[in-house]
């Protein structure tokens, strides 16, 4: 039986994508990608868990949910970049605004867009 | 071509590959956009950063125009610049990484790298073909619409497909 849409599946993916980038935050020098530590890593699991959750449950609400929650973090962060010179209690970069940025934009389309009939057993 | 004739529909792993390049050039974009930090963008007292690298254009010039331009408009308008940079290589690093209207973003990669070379190509201690390999790899990436590979537009361009709204053909094209 097939539960879950693609859409759904890619939202999984999305969130999945955000808590493994927690790895950063061990990472150092050429193989640290984008900064990830202090709030940011609060950031990334708890959106990230709930961008699975929408997937995993076929919730389109939880998907714009975490879509909305990942662009509100990256504007602050850019905010407290431009302002402080440093991504302040979210403790990230450009890099990791970016990253945000992508998976915001990601899970909002994901959740703006309509389930068909035929794309699962059970609809969404 | 049979379909059981080419790579990308009849193997997973040439798929993933080229999820794997796609991904990877997201985090090159994602990795340097790091250091363009606002508000200044490194045009302070002692340049650097952003604002150093831009100026390479006219210290080590490789196309003449394109030197007098970054003197005469970008470096006198540095803040405006660095954001826009900051704006299209955070943009490219956010959209290739999740594959959304890939082929669009590749065209964008490939004019960002070309600006890139422009600047900096003859610049002391710098290895010409990191240049042209981005420019290689934003190619192949525009060539095979990589995004249809483990990215979303793999995954909406059947509802795009069906749909009536402009929206939907616009993505069509750039997907």
């Not at chain 2, 990877?24 to 363009?36: E, R, S, V, Y």
Request: aromatic share 10%; hydrophobic share 55%; charged share 10%.
């Amino acid at each position: 039986m097939n539960r879950h849409s693609g859409l759904d599946n890619a939202a999984v993916v999305l969130g999945a994508a955000s808590v493994l980038s927690v790895v950063f935050a061990f990472a150092h020098g050429k193989f640290e990608f984008l900064r990830m530590h202090g709030g940011g890593i609060v950031v990334a699991v708890v959106l990230g868990v709930l961008a699975c959750a929408a997937g995993w449950l076929a919730n389109r609400m939880l998907a714009l949910a975490a879509g909305a929650g990942f662009l509100l973090a990256a504007l602050v962060l850019l905010v407290l970049i431009d302002q402080r010179g440093n991504g302040g209690f979210l403790d990230g970069n450009d890099s990791t605004f970016s990253l945000w940025l992508g998976l915001g934009v990601g899970l909002i389309v994901l959740g703006l867009t309509p389930r068909d009939p035929q794309d699962s057993t059970n609809g969404s | 071509m049979t379909p059981e004739g080419n790579p990308l529909d009849s193997s997973r792993l040439s798929r993933a590959l080229i999820a794997v390049v796609r991904v990877a050039a997201a985090f090159l974009w994602i990795q340097n956009a790091g250091w363009k930090i606002p508000p200044t963008f490194g045009k302070d007292a002692n340049p650097s950063g952003l604002f150093e690298w831009a100026s390479k254009a006219v210290k080590y010039p490789v196309f003449p125009p394109y030197s007098w331009l970054v003197e005469h408009v970008v470096l006198p308008h540095f803040t405006l610049f660095g954001w826009g940079v900051l704006v299209v290589e955070s943009s490219l690093g956010a959209f290739l990484l999740i594959g959304l209207a890939t082929r669009f973003w590749a065209l964008v990669g490939i004019g960002q790298t070309l600006a890139i070379t422009l600047s900096v190509l003859n610049a002391p201690g710098e290895w010409h073909w990191s240049y042209f390999l981005m420019l290689m790899v934003h190619l192949v990436l525009f060539a095979v619409a990589a995004g249809r590979y483990g990215g979303l537009d793999g995954v909406l361009r059947p509802r795009w497909q069906t749909s009536q709204s402009p929206l939907a053909r616009i993505l069509m094209r750039v997907s």
